[in-house]
């Protein structure tokens, strides 16, 4: 069962992440150019204020499964 909660969270895992860098992409225009990059913009009011609705009480990505 550990490996189906493996895969389970890795999915997750890239359900979030590709979330988050569309969220980027869209504010900006293109990608994020680098991790700092990406990660100053979420830290950032413009960055909070885009994940305000994508993102649960406890701050994790709510991801768009295809």
């Keep these: 069962m550990a490996k ?4 389970a969270a890795e999915k997750l895992w890239r359900a979030q992440t590709k979330k988050l860098l569309a969220l980027f992409e869209g ?3 293109r990608p994020a ?3 700092d990059e990406l990660e100053r913009w979420v830290g950032s009011p413009e960055g909070r204020s885009a994940l ?15």
């Design 4 to 7: 189906n909660d493996d895969v």
């Design 52 to 66: 305000a609705y994508d993102q649960t009480p406890d701050g994790k990505i709510i991801p768009d499964y295809d």
């Design 27 to 29: 504010a900006h225009g």
């Design 33 to 35: 150019r680098t991790i």
